[in-house]
């Protein structure tokens, strides 16, 4: 590999690049706006202002998409699931 190729992946993993394009290619996916240019400008802005812990950061799951698949694997109710359903 060559010295400027490692520079650029060093780059890209320091300031986690890759994850974040996932995240957002995920939340378009998701979301399928309209107007996608836009929705991902203010998924940005969400990210940054999150990150001043001024905001919330955009997640594809709410608290009420946690909820519900904590009742898919605790379907006794016991109120904990075990180590083997968590993974």
Known sequence: MAAGE???RGYLQRHRIPELLHRLS????YHR???PREFLIQALEKVKAGRR???E???LM?????VAMFG???VV???HITAAQYR
């Open 33 to 35: 706006p309209d107007r």
């Open 6 to 8: 490692q520079q650029g």
């Open 53 to 55: 812990a001024e905001g």
């Open 57 to 59: 950061y955009p997640n």
């Open 62 to 66: 709410d608290e009420d998409n946690v």
């Open 26 to 29: 995920a939340l378009v996916l």
């Open 72 to 74: 898919l694997l605790d």
């Open 77 to 79: 109710g016991q109120g």
